[in-house]
């Protein structure tokens, strides 16, 4: 069976990401596995409310959280588990990773055996930041299967 890795952040372009890498999925046949690359406490603290996809953020009111107060694992499976809430399919798995963007989406491509990776890109430059090193660019260019990217902006 195909699988489709679609990568999520906490951007509003996600909920467009989500929806749209599902529908590709689901016209491949294919199992989908939505994945979070985990950031530090310090970015998620930074965020203050986050409203996406169903996921009303890690804070119930505007006061920012201390980082050593959030719990990264906690947010990124809440957030996921939302998502495949949203996309209404309780075949959907989800999965938290680690390290930086690019390589641990590659490395959960690989280790699952993946069809394809979709992604968002939020770029309004596209081409040119694609070509000084961005996310998209890293994975683009270090996988070994087919990327489908979303332009989000």
Known sequence: ???V????????????V???????AKALKA???????????????SLGKVVIIGF????????PIAPEKIDPDAISQEFLKKAMLHLADKNIEVMVANGSCADSLIDVANQLN??????????????????I?????????????????????
């Open 1 to 3: 069976m195909k699988r």
């Open 5 to 16: 890795i679609i990568a999520l952040d906490f951007d509003p372009s996600a909920q467009k």
């Open 18 to 24: 989500a929806e749209e890498g599902y529908a590709l």
């Open 31 to 45: 199992k989908v596995t939505l994945v979070h690359v985990k950031a530090t406490a310090d970015y998620y603290s």
């Open 56 to 63: 009303s953020g890690h804070l119930k009111d505007d006061t």
């Open 114 to 131: 993946a069809y394809m990776i979709v992604m968002g890109s939020h770029s309004r430059k596209w081409f040119e930041n694609t070509t």
């Open 133 to 153: 090193g961005s996310v998209t660019q890293k994975v683009l260019l270090g996988s070994s299967i087919p990327v489908f990217v979303i332009p989000t902006n």
